[in-house]
């Protein structure tokens, strides 16, 4: 018997081989794959064992507590987080071979705190921030923080080991605003030689870019949702898996008579006399709430739509006349190959993206990983 409801099943031979795919489009470039918000909500330590399986030779994470969760969990594969706030765990990374991003001069200036804490040399990477206009050092600040970094380097407490960016619009390959990016971050790069700072590794590339702007790949690439075998570029498939398949049982079915209204509000009225199918997933659950009478899901074999709102733990499928009975398993996303939707389909019908659809899905929805239980 399950012990719950509804579970997230996650096929880490397709995230092994969508790391593969990126990696054959980096060639000769490293790729780390992004494992941040946990593994894109596929579960953060084992996406991480997925993602160097199938080729990766880096880890990137956004917080200081995931890369310490990597850590906890045995992984020690070369490590970045970058996004601190002040005043955030420094230490601890340096303590435990985590490299740390540096998109502002106050986290420069923790870094060497957090150097001298530990007394050892924190590795870093330099974030230039290159047109996003979001995490990274902007260009008006930049030759004060690169005086502050080689400072820092000649000191020994730092060692300069990446220069990075990210892009603004790598998902239109032809955006200008990539070429802008790329140079400027040539600028950057150069500015920092002019100083004695020549980092091993330059990185610039997420998925998009890394799938297809072969001039932006530099020493190592960052792919994230691309890893998970989603999409980056909606309409392009890479020969990407997508590795999540979201699950439901039917808790029950039910009569509703032709005018009958169905769920909070009555947002959705039977047209006819139909059955409809309650599914123990609500927006707690990550189905969001604004998927009431459009989202749809697999059952018996046939798509079916969400039958008024969606509520907090559960929603209704209408299935019309068809036997369907409790116990049935309600497919809400997964690969495609028996005609569910994708986690592209409901970003498509719901206006976002599928980085949204797959990070949502809730904490209370178990991960289970079938390659790991033989
Ligand atoms: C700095 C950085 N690099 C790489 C990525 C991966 O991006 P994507 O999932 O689009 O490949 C992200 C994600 O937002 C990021 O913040």
Redesign the pocket.
């Known amino acids: 018997m399950p012990a719950t409801p509804a579970s997230a099943v996650v096929d880490t031979d397709a995230i092994a081989a969508s790391v593969a795919v990126c990696a054959a489009a980096a060639s000769t470039a490293q790729v780390m794959a992004?494992v941040?918000a946990d593994g894109?909500g596929h579960g953060l330590v084992p996406s991480a064992v997925a993602a160097l399986r199938g080729g990766a030779s880096w880890l990137?994470v956004?917080q200081v507590s995931e890369a310490l969760a990597l850590r906890a969990a045995g992984v020690d594969a070369p490590l970045l987080s970058?996004l601190h706030a002040p005043g955030g765990p420094m230490a601890a990374a340096v303590e435990a071979d985590v490299d740390l991003?540096i998109g502002a001069g106050w986290a420069l200036t923790e870094a060497v705190a957090a150097a001298r804490e530990t007394g050892r040399t924190a590795r870093v990477h330099l974030?230039v921030d290159t047109g996003l206009n979001r995490?990274g050092v902007p260009d008006a600040e930049l030759d004060d923080v690169l005086d502050a970094l080689a400072k820092a380097q000649a000191e020994e407490s730092v060692e300069v080991v990446g220069l990075?960016t990210?892009f603004a619009w790598?998902?239109e390959p032809d955006n200008p605003t990539i070429d802008a990016q790329l140079a400027a971050f040539r600028d950057a790069l150069a500015r920092a030689e002019r100083r004695g700072i020549v980092p091993q590794l330059r990185h610039a590339a997420?998925?998009?870019a890394?799938l297809t702007r072969p001039d932006a790949h530099f020493d190592l690439v960052?792919?994230?949702?691309?890893c998970y075998g989603l999409t980056?570029i909606p309409g392009l498939a890479f020969g990407l898996r997508p590795a999540m398949t979201l699950r439901a049982q039917v808790a029950l079915t039910k009569r509703v008579a032709a005018g009958g209204g169905v769920s909070y509000g009555h947002q959705w009225h039977a047209a006819r006399d139909t059955t409809v199918a309650l599914v123990p997933l609500g927006y707690a659950d990550g189905i969001p709430r604004n998927a009431t009478n459009v989202g749809a899901m697999q059952l018996g074999g046939v798509r079916r739509t969400v039958a008024g709102r969606v509520c907090m733990d559960q929603l209704l499928l209408d299935v019309g006349d068809d036997p369907v009975a409790a116990g049935d398993e309600v497919t809400v996303f997964g690969p495609g190959d028996d005609g569910e939707p994708t986690a592209q389909d409901w970003a498509e019908t719901l206006g976002t993206i599928s980085?949204e659809i797959v990070t949502r899905v809730g904490a209370r929805v178990p991960r289970t990983y079938p390659q790991e239980e033989t």
């Open positions: 992004v941040k894109y990137g956004a970058w991003g974030k995490n990075f990210h790598a998902d997420n998925s998009a890394t960052r792919p994230g949702i691309a980056p980085y």
